[in-house]
């Protein structure tokens, strides 16, 4: 008797709350107080199915590159509505998003799958590196630079809350018979730690060719990031797998 009361009240409140959140839903959808008139017009225009759709590969002071699936590029710029948006948030635009162009003007963005985002440099606005990203390849090496373990706890947890699929690549495996016993001890802890976790663990070496293959076909048909901290051989990578020639650096 007392349960069946009971079950009534929890039934009541769920019905409760069930209703106020479609309240809320309802009125959220219909607040169009952050667009002028105006704007509502020129949005419903943006979404033209007969635009040229590309994808956005650099971005520069100029305005955003913009590749279309045959590979071809156009230089846009954000049009008016799109422009009044940026004031508001940081990067309206980002390398990666989808977009719908127009006489060589960005007028639409399609909604984004994942996205890799920092804070900016006064800390309160999220700045967005790069959107609609599948696996972010954080790379690390053992020595020099030395293994930071929090820095690769920081970019799975930017990974995981974006939508993207963490992947740790451990590049310089060929000076590993030079490390210290301590580093290889943080290293092996490293690895007992990592490998539970179910996150893929690639070795590889730019210099002896060790992985390279395996980092080729794990990037196939998948757009990558790779983060990891300066020294640690991310252009090398690139440019051992794909034969590029991109700048690489002496470490200070
Ligand atoms: N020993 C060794 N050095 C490497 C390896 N990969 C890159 N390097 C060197 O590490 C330095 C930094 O590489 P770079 O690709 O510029 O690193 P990035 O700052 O992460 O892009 C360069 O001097 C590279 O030649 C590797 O597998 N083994
Ligand atoms: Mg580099």
Do not use: W
């Not at 090496?141 to 993207?164: C, E, F, Q, T, W």
């Not at 690639?202 to 983060?227: I, P």
């Amino acid at each position: 008797m007392t349960n069946d009361r009971f079950d009534d009240e929890e039934a009541f409140h769920a019905r409760d709350r069930k209703q106020s959140r479609k309240e809320r839903r309802h009125a959220q959808e219909t607040d169009r107080s952050k667009f002028k008139k105006t704007d509502i017009k020129k949005e419903s225009s943006q979404l033209d199915p007969a635009l040229p759709r590309g994808r956005v590969v650099a971005i520069s002071g100029e305005g955003a590159m913009v590749e279309n699936h045959e590979g071809c590029r156009c230089l846009c710029s954000l049009k008016g509505l799109l422009k009044k948006e940026k004031m508001q948030a940081k990067n309206l635009i980002a390398v990666g998003d989808f977009v719908r162009f127009k006489e060589s003007a960005i007028a639409h963005v399609e909604e984004r799958t994942s996205y890799l985002s920092r804070q900016d440099i006064t800390g309160r606005k999220e700045q967005l590196i790069a959107v609609n990203i599948d696996q972010v390849l954080i790379t690390t090496s053992v020595i020099n630079p030395p293994l930071k373990p929090a820095l690769i706890d920081r970019y799975i947890i930017a990974a995981r809350k974006g939508n993207m699929h963490p992947i740790l690549i451990i590049n310089k495996m060929d000076p590993l018979s030079e490390a210290s016993d301590e580093e290889l001890e943080l290293f092996q802890e490293f690895l007992s730690a990592y490998e539970p976790l179910g996150i893929p663990i690639l070795s590889v070496s730019t210099t002896t060719g060790l992985g390279v293959e395996a980092l080729r076909s794990l990037m196939k048909d998948k757009s990558s990031v790779f983060s990891g901290q300066s020294g640690v051989g991310k252009s090398s990578l690139i440019n051992a797998a794909f034969g590029l020639s991109l700048k690489t650096g002496d470490l200070p």
